[in-house]
């Protein structure tokens, strides 16, 4: 594994319980400025998942000898 997919893999369980307590807050206390803040943290977390999937196909063509 690379630093990068090692890194992502670490940050994703904080990343996913950080959304989740927005979502419960947006859930209790729905306000524009939150579903805009969550909005904008779900698009991180979309735009750092396809990251790690582009990471993980780079490694796995390097160990294939691609």
Same mark, same amino acid.
């Given at each position: 594994?690379?630093?990068? !997919?090692?890194?992502?893999?670490?940050?994703?369980?904080?990343?996913?319980?950080? $959304?989740?307590?927005?979502?419960? *807050?947006?859930?209790?206390?729905? !306000?524009?400025?939150?579903? *805009?803040?969550?909005?904008?943290?779900?698009?991180?977390? =979309?735009? !750092?998942? $396809? =990251?790690?999937?582009? *990471? $993980? =196909?780079?490694?796995?063509? =390097? !160990?294939?000898?691609?």
């Amino acid at each position: 594994m690379s630093d990068v !997919t090692d890194h992502i893999r670490k940050v994703l369980p904080d990343a996913g319980d950080g $959304l989740a307590a927005q979502m419960a *807050e947006l859930a209790r206390d729905a !306000t524009p400025v939150r579903c *805009e803040l969550l909005a904008m943290n779900l698009e991180g977390a =979309r735009r !750092t998942v $396809l =990251r790690l999937g582009e *990471e $993980l =196909r780079r490694e796995e063509q =390097r !160990t294939n000898g691609q």
